[in-house]
């Protein structure tokens, strides 16, 4: 038994101050809990069987839930113009209707004497009968309001959105995945696209990272043939690896480096071991170093075993740096199987 002391909800994924207290209040029965030991809502278990846990926070307390916020309504360029000029022309109606009521008032005043017209009389009248000649004119100009138009670019957004969804030029064959328009206010900003700026995280490509060139010790390398689509001059990793090559050594413990320096968790499975990364880059470097033969086998928290051509190599790990914007890399210190630190 034992219980948990720890902050309250907040925003910060990345964060957590607490502390847990098993078997007693003694101080050697508490440990200190930090964002290491928190898992967020909806990660996944890997290469583990079963785990003890205790949820800290729940519905909507959740970290995530909290840093939740509601979906921005996006609008097209001609939406806000249309919009813009909606709103211009109704107060000019509002400036005619005024203008044509003050006219309108002025010559009922000039010709009062006429009794046929049957005008009202006095200031009380006049003020009620100023408002009823405003509303008047506003019912005789609404015309200028283009309702109609707006309903009707609506309904071709409308219609637009079902030629999206039945377009079989945008039809995923591989994936069995149609075009989805979600939303029809941005039909027509989509011919108006000349140029697309993305990065590599998939959200407009396939998201596949293939290992093509690499540089050791001033020396261009690639794996496989030529493929043509570069003019300097490369040497086959396959071919230095096959041979008594004199920078065989250097290229070796380059894919050390790549079988080693990384966060890449092994999954077991029938059909052998599987590689689950979070950064697509790592698992294209570590897929890389398989096919040339220094394998990735297993991770613990203080070692990683590789296996070079066939011979097993336990590396200790003394300290992990995590990838960050400022160093732009991630290092890792470990000491090899001979004593070394690297």
């Known amino acids: 038994m034992g219980h948990v002391s720890c902050e309250g909800p907040n925003s910060r994924l990345y964060e957590f101050t607490g502390s847990i207290t098993c078997d007693g209040s003694g101080d ?95 200031s009380g009248a006049t003020a009620g009968q100023f408002f009823l000649n405003f509303l008047t004119f506003i019912v005789l100009y609404n015309n200028l309001i283009p309702i109609s138009l707006i309903v009707t670019v609506e309904l071709v957004k409308y219609i637009q959105a079902f030629y999206i969804n039945y377009d079989q030029a945008m039809y995923d064959e591989e994936t069995n995945t149609p075009a989805i328009a979600r939303n029809s206010n941005l039909n027509e900003e989509l011919g108006q696209v000349k140029y697309i700026f993305s990065d590599k995280t998939g959200t407009l490509t396939q998201n596949i990272m293939e290992f093509k060139l690499c540089s050791i010790n001033g020396h261009v390398y690639r794996i496989g043939a030529e493929d043509g689509h570069t003019s300097i001059q490369t040497t086959s990793l396959q071919d230095v690896l096959g041979s008594r090559h004199q920078c065989r050594d250097e290229v070796i413990e380059f894919l050390k480096v790549m079988a080693i320096c990384h966060s890449v968790i092994p999954e077991q499975t029938q059909e052998g071991v599987v590689y689950r990364a979070s950064s697509p880059d790592e698992q294209a470097l570590v897929n890389a170093a398989r096919s040339l033969g220094i394998v990735f086998q297993s991770r613990t928290p203080d070692s990683i075993t590789i296996d070079v051509v066939g011979s097993k190599e336990e590396y200790k790990i003394l300290n992990l740096l995590e990838f960050s914007s400022d160093r732009k890399r991630m290092s890792v210190i470990v000491r090899t199987p001979d004593g070394a630190i690297k």
């Open 28 to 122: 050697e029965n508490t440990k200190s809990l930090s964002g290491n030991q928190v898992l967020l809502r909806g990660a996944q278990l890997r290469n583990t069987d079963w785990i003890y846990g205790l949820v800290v926070y729940t519905g909507r307390d959740t970290k995530l839930m909290r840093n939740s916020t509601k979906a921005p309504l996006k609008r097209s360029n001609m939406d806000h113009v249309t919009n813009r000029q909606v709103f211009l022309i109704f107060l000019a109606l509002l400036v005619l209707a005024l203008i044509s009521t003050a006219s309108s008032t002025v010559w009922n005043a000039k010709n009062s004497n006429l009794y046929y017209l049957q005008l009202p009389s006095g």
